[in-house]
């Protein structure tokens, strides 16, 4: 395969290598994002259609124009360009997109010269290349799991609003699946009640939840992996490594809390909050209302954009059902692991948001005095779900890859 080095302003894009240097220094980039920029560079001469680009990123697989839009959002932030300044990346109304950016062709690069490199582990076919299962819980529950990458293993805690196959194709988990395969394999799954597991089931309770990431241990065959819990993904992998002490060599809680809003409250008025805030959401969530809809992305991404928030309201209308919606957030409320999370017993890292808008950093803080061998890391941020965009997702990458590599 031959390819070429190209310089333009102080990056170099090797497209055989499939890198991007800025001063020197590797620059991490999605998959998809570097593809379209290498395509858009190779074929700077013209205007690129819309379909052109789709066809080559994409290849058969359907995709909406909000993931090509997604996708050139961060190639032109990984160069240092926006939509408004669009010094790099040109958008051609009706036609498509160039770049447009000073360019130098250094040198050609060819598979027989070429040094091997080490690509992210979830490629830009990743979703192609990703395999999914299924496995039966002890109640006959079918749950979907996932796995893509090679290397030692990472398993990610099932949590809300995920969807094994759709999640490629969405700004709120795309970047989020490409960083944490990189060199290692990630195992995945869809929760009881949520993407490609069973929407109608039997139980739909907390313990539920800890047994099917046990079935899904079982079925992918693991014995002694690190585990990364998310949101309230996270209590749940406390609750699995106090379970099976023997199993988790390390624990990463990303946004998580150790007790639900109705748990937590402290008085009458943080219970009426709490309950005012679950009425809403029953009635939102059951209704399917927009506006509640909006505002509940915010609560997830407040610094998000307005294509940003709808593409989560399109995404979490077609995780679950409105009634499943309800359920889960109502069991959310009530979980409580902070009677055993100090019996965990592996090395931990707790990363937040330090403004986080859905979960205070306050519940990471008591995470990190529960567990005994915990440290906290605070981001600055004020999303609950890291974007792509900022400074804080590439140090959440680093302190996971640090942490594991202890």
């Not at 290498?38 to 058969?60: S, T, Y």
Request: net charge negative; hydrophobic share 40%; with cysteine.
């Amino acid at each position: 395969m031959v390819g070429n080095i190209y310089r333009f302003n102080e990056y170099e894009l090797d497209t055989h290598r499939h890198q991007l240097r800025r001063a020197g220094e590797p620059v991490h980039v999605e998959p998809r994002a570097l593809d379209l920029l290498c395509h858009l560079v190779e074929h700077r001469d013209r205007v690129v259609p819309k379909n052109e680009l789709l066809d080559e990123v994409w290849g058969d697989r359907f995709v909406s124009e909000a993931a090509l839009t997604t996708g050139l959002r961060t190639a032109r932030l990984a160069v240092g360009d926006t939509g408004s300044q669009q010094q790099m990346i040109r958008t051609v109304h009706r036609r498509g997109y160039q770049f447009v950016g000073p360019t130098t062709v250094l040198a050609a690069t060819s598979g027989a010269g070429a040094v091997p490199v080490l690509r992210p582990s979830a490629p830009v076919t990743g979703a192609d290349r990703q395999v999914i299962r299924f496995c039966r819980s002890d109640d006959a529950t079918r749950i979907a799991y996932a796995t893509v990458g090679s290397g030692p293993p990472l398993l990610k805690a099932a949590n809300w609003m995920t969807h094994l196959d759709l999640e490629w194709t969405t700004p709120v988990w795309s970047h989020w699946l490409s960083g944490l395969a990189r060199n290692r394999r990630l195992i995945r799954y869809d929760e009881r009640g949520c993407g490609m597991s069973d929407w109608t089931v039997p139980s739909f309770s907390f313990d539920d939840w800890v047994d099917d990431l046990e079935t899904v241990v079982d079925a992918v065959g693991l014995d002694q992996f690190p585990l990364l819990g998310v949101s309230q993904g996270g209590a749940v992998a406390v609750a699995y490594a106090v379970r099976r002490p023997e199993r988790v060599s390390r624990l990463i809680l990303a946004g998580a809390y150790a007790r639900g809003r109705r748990i937590r409250a402290a008085d009458d008025n943080e219970r009426d909050a709490a309950e005012l805030d679950l009425n809403l959401a029953r009635v939102g969530w059951m209704h399917q209302d927009p506006s509640f809809l909006q505002v509940f992305a915010s609560q997830f991404l407040p610094d998000g954009t307005g294509e940003e928030w709808a593409d989560f309201i399109n995404f979490q209308r077609r995780t679950t059902s409105p009634a499943n919606g309800v359920r889960f957030l109502e069991e959310f409320a009530e979980i409580d692991v902070s009677d055993i999370a100090h019996r965990v017993q592996c090395p931990t890292l707790i990363i937040h948001a330090r403004d986080d808008a859905r979960v205070p950093a306050s519940q990471a803080s008591e995470l990190a005095a529960l567990i005994p061998d915990s440290r906290l890391v605070l981001l600055e941020s004020r999303n609950h779900l890291l974007t792509a965009s900022e400074p804080a997702w590439e140090e959440f990458l680093s302190h996971i890859d640090d942490f594991l590599a202890e």
